[in-house]
Every structure is written in C-alpha cells, then in structure tokens.
C-alpha cells in the first residue's frame, strides 16, 4: 500500500532556528512529491519536486528530493512566527494518480 | 486566495441526515478532487473528476457520491451521516488529469460537524 510518513510529528523552535522536515515515502510508479503549507484553512503549495538533486527554492524555504533513498526534505531558515503551520508532504503515482498525503509537521515558531 | 471556492463555509447536522457540498474549480481547471481531513487521519484521498468523468476513487465510503456537471463544479453527497464523518472536507482543482503532474489548489473547505 502507498504510504507517506513525515517527521517530526511537531516541532518547536524560536526565531531565526534553521529547520529541517522529513518526508519518506513507498509508492508504485512515482511521478511527483509535492510540498504544501496548512495555516488555519486551505493548504496552499509550496514546491513539486519530480527529479532527484535538484533544489527547489522560494525564500527563505528549499526543498530537495532523494528518489534513491525515497524521501525529502523541507528546509526553512531564519524561521519567523509567520512560518508557523502544519507542513504537509503528498505523492502522487502515475499508477492511480491520487496525491496522498503524510500526517504532516506541526512548527510552532516562538519570538 | 487559491480560486476555488466551497459552500458552505460551516454545517451542522444531525446523525443520520444528507447534506450536499459544493466546490466551484479555478478557472480553466478541469480536475476536481476531494479530501477528507479530521484529527486522527490526515487529509484522506476520496474522489476525483476529470472533465466530468470520474477518474480515481480512494477509501470513499458507499454512503458518499460526488459528481462534476458540465459547467466543472462539483458536488459531494454525504448521506446517512454518522459521528465520524465529522471533519474538514476539501474540494482541491488542477488544470490537467493529476497524473501529468500539476499541483492541486485547495479551497477553504467545508467544516461539517455531525451531532
């Protein structure tokens, strides 16, 4: 069965802490690894991530993909409060083509 | 704003009760998906569309249908609610099939609590 799972489970760091979220994943036929941002309402995307060693990155956020070893990871740096969120990790197969997601990463950013 | 839309925004209702949730896609996009999330599981795959037509089913329970009409927006049926269907359902769009590989954008969702 396709699974993806995140750790940490919850994080707490202060101001201006360099973070590093996991995300390993078993899928079938992979086609894409996407990361995406849940504040209080609707997930909103951050990266897809579809070949291995390539960085993406948007600010102070990267994010890079193993295909050997079937993980990645979320990088922040200089975390501020606004980064607070829970930080979901999805993959999706070609064979079905449903995204699914991991339970994600609660950051708490304190000042 | 990720240009979907979904209504309602709350509902409340009793065990055993219908209730229809709608989702209006992005413009141009022609897949629609729908996610369950509540505390203990995550956010849960249950159904897409593409064009009208059903494309993937995930563990959808038989009590829930959806469907996608010729204008692109979508309706989910819950029927024969029970406790545990409360959660947060999520109506998400993508401009192609999901297997091409373009993310999906996720409405606001709908928050159902059952009593």
């Known amino acids: 069965e396709d699974k993806v799972v995140q750790s940490p489970l919850s994080l707490v760091v202060h101001e201006g802490d360099t973070v590093t979220l996991n995300c390993s994943y078993e899928v079938t036929n992979f086609r894409s690894l996407l990361w995406y941002k849940q504040e209080k309402k609707a997930p909103t995307f951050l990266f897809m991530l579809?070949?291995?060693?390539i960085e993406k990155k948007s600010g102070r956020l990267s994010s890079i993909l193993d295909k050997k070893e079937l993980f990645s990871i979320l990088n922040i740096t200089a975390t501020q409060t606004g980064d607070s969120a829970v930080y979901l990790c999805?993959?999706?197969?070609?064979?079905?083509?449903?995204?699914?997601f991991g339970q994600g990463t609660t950051l708490q950013v304190k000042p | 704003d990720s240009g979907v839309t979904q209504t309602p925004k709350h509902l409340i209702t009793a065990t055993g009760q219908r209730v229809t949730l709608r989702c209006s896609p992005r413009s141009g996009d022609l897949s629609v998906y729908w996610y369950q999330q509540s505390l203990d599981q995550g956010l849960q795959f249950l159904i897409q569309y593409y064009n009208g037509e059903e494309r993937a089913k995930g563990n959808i329970l038989e009590r829930f249908s959806a469907q996608q009409f010729p204008d692109l927006h979508s309706e989910l049926n819950l029927s024969s609610l029970e406790l545990g269907d409360s959660a947060l359902y999520f109506c998400a769009s993508s401009v192609v099939d999901q297997a091409l590989g373009s993310p999906l954008h996720f409405g606001n969702g709908t928050r159902l609590t059952v009593t």
């Open positions: 579809t070949s291995s060693g």
């Open positions: 999805a993959v999706r197969s070609s064979n079905t083509g449903k995204l699914i």
